[in-house]
């Protein structure tokens, strides 16, 4: 296949972005969309070019770094899939391809087609934990028993790799999507009761300093999740912390 690429091209955080458009030959509809940028990057090294910044790590699915906007979609055309699970087949000979970074204030650009996500850390770090007596005397947690109602609902909330594309969809950028599936995948267990009220109140309190915005039931952020995390879970949130204000 032979494409043209527009992408985002920023030289850093400071400096002032624009579209250059790249001519690709010879791509594969096997290549994943990471494995055709490494053909382009591979291409501009040769003619002593700058290459295009991208995130990436695991190129599997789990690790949610690759955050791209294809084509004004976060993950591009295919759904349930991260970038670099998204296969060139999606696109056909001649397409012309946009590429931009994830956009939110919270998330500023670094350079080119990097974002800095770290807004996401802060609010982890807010409350997206337990707290586990490791004296000795700590209960073997398969001794525990869980409904499998709320195991399967608690695992589907924790299966949010922190990509991104939620708040990148978003029209308000709001992260809820994301925070709602880090409540909840604790909110359903019992380990995660003690700190329940603390919990969703620090991470809503952090999520909102950080500048993302609020949910207005829009739901593009469920349509463009790789990972399907639904909006129920930002309806638990919303619940949670309502108990959690009149608790306190
Ligand atoms: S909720 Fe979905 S889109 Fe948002 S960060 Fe988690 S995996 Fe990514
Ligand atoms: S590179 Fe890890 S999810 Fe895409």
Redesign the pocket.
Known sequence: MNLILQIWRQENAQTKGKIIEYPVQDISPDMSFLEMLDILNRQLITNGDIPVAFD???????????SLYINGEAHGPDRRV???QLHMRKFKDGDTIFIEPFRADAFPVIKDLVVDRSAFDRIQHAGGFISVNTSGNTQDGNSIPISKHDADEAMDAATC?G?GACVASCKNSSAMLFVGAKVSQYALLPQGQIEAPDRVQNMVAQMDLEGFGNCTNTGACEVECPKGISLENIARMNRELIKASIKS
Do not use: F, Q
């Not at 990436?56 to 690759?66: A, L, Q, T, Y």
């Open positions: 990436h790590d695991c190129r599997e699915g789990i690790c949610g770094s690759c991260t970038t670099c790799i990509c």
